[in-house]
């Protein structure tokens, strides 16, 4: 996984690909902007259809560099290049460069970039994976403490249900919790927890993370309603949960207060379906295709106020797409405005396949 934050400062425009063919990410390049192409769609058309790092020649006769990082499987595009050679320019006997740089000084300048920002990656990754390790033995330490409790106050008579019901709520926050820690530790290094498959009931997981959101979720005056009917056993990675727990993380933090979340999983035409439907900040169709990229937000979700990182729902594409080989798609239907900004029915519907 590439971090794109050190391309917002680059001074090129860029692009970013995955193998599959989705864009990923782009900037506009803080010192020189792509041309105005004549054909857009020829341009878009093209840049998608590249896979192998080189130079090539765009329908508007620009340069484009494309470089694959070898420990990535993102494909960088840097369109719109009119390279030259240097040229040098005396002013009292000091000579200074072009602003136009040759093509090895600019593949330099990109595998430089792309060099820093692994190197930075992999400083993260180490001290978020170390992080994770103790997060987690505290939790589980919890979980099992919770688990006690609850336990130990069925036993008493009269039960106490007050009592109970604090106690469980120890326990789901804890599970939800472990979820979080998954998604922090795929995001660092999703390798390890790509290997670590077994056999999932796929309704049974989901009900167990949306059952863990109650909670937080009546907390913020939001109903969560589950309905379970899939009977499907499915191999996959354990890092399944982070999918429903960033749906539904989505879903109750831009619920307006009085709605519900309905959380619906079952089987249909070999595939099992997970649908996440809430009332949230209206989608525009021209960012339908968009918001699955990494630290994409629609605009009426930042108008909100609500703060997100943009990275939960690129988790999931990530997830479903590369690795348990199904889909994922969003749908929204405008409804009304709540507090100046448009609102509709968004529904998140992630297709695997059995």
């Not at 020189?32 to 329908?59: H, Q």
């Not at 099992?144 to 336990?151: I, P, T, V």
């Not at 309704?203 to 499907?232: F, P």
């Amino acid at each position: 996984m590439i971090d794109l934050v050190l391309f917002r400062s680059f001074a090129y425009p860029w692009r970013v690909y995955s193998n599959s063919g989705p864009l990923l990410g782009s900037g506009s390049g803080t010192l020189f902007r792509e041309p105005n192409y004549e054909r857009p769609a020829d341009s878009e058309s093209f840049f998608r259809s590249i896979r192998t790092e080189g130079w090539y020649v765009c329908p508007s006769k620009r340069l484009v560099f494309a470089y694959r990082q070898s420990s990535s499987d993102r494909l960088f595009i840097f369109p719109g290049l009119t390279m030259s050679r240097i040229v040098r320019l005396k002013s009292q006997g000091d000579r200074a460069p072009a602003t136009a740089p040759s093509r090895p000084e600019f593949e330099h300048i990109v595998k430089e970039a792309l060099e820093i920002n692994e190197q930075s990656r992999k400083h993260l990754r180490l001290q978020t994976v170390a992080f994770t390790h103790d997060y987690r033995r505290i939790n589980a330490a919890l979980y099992h403490q919770g688990l006690r409790l609850k336990s130990t106050l069925d036993e008493l008579k009269p039960p106490d249900s007050n009592l109970v019901g604090h106690a469980q709520n120890l326990v789901s926050l804890t599970q939800l919790h472990r979820v979080a820690i998954d998604w922090a530790q795929y995001r660092a290094d999703p390798s390890p927890m790509i290997r670590q498959t077994l056999q999932l009931n796929i309704g049974k997981r989901v009900v167990a993370v949306a059952n863990s959101w109650r909670l937080i979720a009546e907390k913020a005056d939001v109903e969560i309603k589950i309905e379970n009917s899939s009977q499907a056993i499915l191999l996959g990675a354990t890092v399944f949960d982070v999918v429903p727990y960033s749906l539904i993380d989505n879903a109750v933090k831009y619920s307006p207060r009085k709605q519900s979340v309905l959380v619906k999983i079952e089987d249909r035409d070999g595939m099992t379906e997970l649908r996440v439907r809430s009332i949230g900040p209206m989608i525009d169709p021209d960012e339908i295709q968009e918001i699955f990229n990494i630290e994409a937000r629609g605009r009426f979700a930042v108008r909100s106020g609500i703060v997100g990182s943009g990275i939960g729902l690129s988790l999931v594409a990530d997830i479903v797409g590369d690795i348990l080989g199904g889909t994922v798609g969003v749908t929204a239907d405008e409804r009304y405005f709540n507090r100046g900004v448009p609102h509709g029915e968004i529904e998140f519907l992630v297709k695997l396949p059995h």
